[in-house]
């Protein structure tokens, strides 16, 4: 991944992080690797847990949208459960993945329970 990628990557995470403290979330980690799949943030919405997607597209809302698929929210289950496996986070009996959609002009929405 180019650099760029990296960076614009970095921002809209920092981004997404902050639109879930401000509607409350309480963001527990980021960037969490368990074993080839990664969660860009893990965050708890009162007593559930939340897996975060993170999508950034430069083409808008419409192509980040697009970019979460079905085997992508699988991944982030898979992910979930390895980190409760390795008794790396409790494990949850209400869990949700949410997507936050971020285009290059900063913008920003969160879908809930995709």
Known sequence: ??????HYGRQAENLAAALLEQNGLEVLARNVRAGNDE????ARDGPVLVLVEVKARSRGFEAADLAFTHAKRQRLMRAW????????VGWSAAVRCD???????????HIRDV
Not at 39 to 42: F, G, K, P, R, S
Not at 81 to 88: H, I, M, N, Q
Not at 99 to 109: C, E, M, P, R, S
């Open 1 to 6: 991944m180019r650099d760029s990628a990296k």
């Open 39 to 42: 969660i860009d943030i893990l």
């Open 81 to 88: 459960r390895r980190l409760v496996a390795e008794r790396r």
């Open 99 to 109: 997507l936050i959609l971020v285009a290059t002009n900063g913008l920003t929405t």
